[in-house]
Antibody
Framework: EVQLVESGGGLVQPGGSLRLSCAAS????????MSWVRQAPGKGLEWVAN????????YYVDSVKGRFTISRDNAKNSLYLQMNSLRAEDTAVYYC????????????????WGKGTTVTVSS | DIQMTQSPSSLSASVGDRVTITCRAS??????LAWYQQKPGKAPKLLLY???RLESGVPSRFSGSGSGTDYTLTISSLQPEDFATYYC?????????FGQGTKVEIK
């Protein structure tokens, strides 16, 4: 069964850091682009970042550039999101998602989603 | 970034109704459009991609159409399990961007 399981969410103070993890199983992880997508409480979906199969290309939404870093460990079938300088507006459920590339590059849609992990930034 | 605008933001419908949701892009996206369904407290689920291609396992009552900047998701006969929020997403350019969502409620 194809599965993505996120972990690492929690309550953190503004300016703090958090590292999210996503464990993949049931498919060849190293063959896929992977994304993080978030959803603020009561709001819509916002793509955050994605990473190429070998980690050589990474893309971010403007609002997290310079603060968040996406990475992966293909040997461990794992995806990560290091989040620094957290702000209240980063409060959301963070989903790990498997990408399907429409063009063979970073332009992707998401065909498998994890259940999400909740990040709350508050003092 | 490409802006995606869905309409309506919400709608009320009955079981068996035909439902249509529209998604408009701020520029042409060459059918690079996906549709997702999300139920409360759950992750989104991919329904269609390339504007009209049905994802494996998705019921055939879901269909998509459109071109250029304007796209449509149609549910031919609404079923009880279809009450949810639907999102469109363009992947013509990075960053991929989502519409604001359309909530389909029971009339």
């Amino acid at each position: 069964e194809v599965q993505l399981v996120e972990s690492g969410g929690g309550l953190v103070q503004p300016g703090g850091s958090l590292r999210l993890s996503c464990a993949a199983s049931g498919f060849t992880f190293s063959s896929y682009w992977m994304s993080w997508v978030r959803q603020a409480p009561g709001k819509g979906l916002e793509w955050v970042a994605n990473i190429k199969q070998d980690g050589s290309e990474k893309y971010y939404v403007d609002s997290v550039k310079g603060r968040f870093t996406i990475s992966r460990d293909n040997a461990k079938n794992s995806l990560y999101l290091q989040m620094n300088s957290l702000r209240a507006e980063d409060t959301a459920v963070y989903y790990c998602a498997r990408d399907r590339s429409g063009y063979g590059d970073s332009r992707v849609y998401m065909d498998v989603w994890g259940k999400g992990t909740t990040v709350t930034v508050s003092s | 970034d490409i802006q995606m605008t869905q309409s309506p933001s919400s709608l009320s419908a009955s079981v068996g109704d035909r439902v249509t949701i529209t998604c408009r892009a701020s520029q042409g996206i060459s059918n690079s459009l996906a549709w997702y369904q999300q139920k409360p407290g759950k992750a989104p689920k991919l329904l269609l991609y390339a504007a009209s291609r049905l994802e494996s396992g998705v019921p055939s009552r879901f269909s998509g159409s459109g071109s250029g900047t304007d796209y449509t998701l149609t549910i031919s006969s609404l079923q009880p399990e279809d009450f949810a929020t639907y999102y469109c997403q363009q992947y013509y350019s990075t960053p991929p961007t989502f519409g604001q969502g359309t909530k389909v409620e029971i009339k």
